[in-house]
């Protein structure tokens, strides 16, 4: 079975501009939660979708947005990129509305310059 | 203080060795934790999930949760040096809100 996936793995950016990132889950999974991983750090728990509602935020700003579709897969939406913002981006996907036994796609690399 | 807490290491353990992991939570109402590896360059993998006090064992993984003193550890009996890794504690504060450590890493010398 494939795991979860992530596009695009790497993404440059400039200051100011606006990014989409995707995630499809796991076959049978419709929970969908996005993390920020800077470099040393663990994950930020940014959102967690299920069922296509959002059903949790973490503390980010409202640049930050996301939503989730039907097939359950989902975007996470970056406005007016900062220096700030490189990170590495991942989405896990759980077969419930729990977080527990969460897994984790490759993630998106973003750079903004 | 940290919401999850962990030594950033580095933790340098011979092979064949027992390797200890300490981890932290501020959150008394945290009702599950995880232990995740992750590989340089590469994203988190689930190792360990423990949701009541007391040690789980599974392989050469033992995770131990101690609710009343906000501590869970995991325990790598054995270490390889495939093991050589950053180790990210993770505590489910309610359904909907997942924080993880900063992580600690381990290398296994041969």
């Known amino acids: 079975d494939a795991g979860v996936t992530q596009s695009p793995t790497h993404l440059i950016k400039t200051r100011g501009q606006q990014v989409t990132l995707r995630c499809s889950p796991i076959s049978g999974h419709k929970s969908v939660s996005w993390y920020q991983q800077v470099l040393g750090q663990g994950p930020q728990f940014i959102f967690q979708y299920y069922e296509k509602e959002e059903r949790g935020r973490g503390n980010f700003p409202d640049r930050f947005s996301a939503r989730q579709f039907p097939n359950y897969s989902s975007e996470l939406n970056v406005n007016a990129l900062l220096l700030g913002d490189s990170a590495l981006y991942l989405c896990?996907?759980?077969?419930?509305?729990?977080?527990?036994?969460?897994?984790f796609g490759p993630g998106t690399r973003l750079l903004v310059l | 203080q940290k919401e999850v807490e962990q030594n950033s290491g580095p933790l340098s353990v011979p092979e064949g060795a027992i390797a200890s992991l300490n981890c932290t939570y501020s959150?008394?109402?945290?009702?599950?934790f995880f232990w995740y590896r992750q590989y340089s360059g590469k994203s988190p993998e689930l190792i360990m999930s423990i949701y009541s006090n007391g040690d789980k064992e599974d392989g050469r993984f033992t995770a131990q949760l101690n609710k009343a003193s906000q501590y869970v550890s995991l325990l790598i009996r054995d270490s390889q040096p495939s093991d050589s890794a950053t180790y990210l504690c993770?505590?489910?504060?309610?359904?909907?809100?997942?924080?993880f450590g900063a992580g600690t890493r381990l290398t296994v010398k041969p």
């Open positions: 993770a505590v489910n504060k309610n359904n909907n809100d997942m924080r």
């Open positions: 959150d008394r109402g945290s009702q599950s």
């Open positions: 896990a996907s759980s077969p419930a509305r729990s977080l527990q036994g969460q897994y």
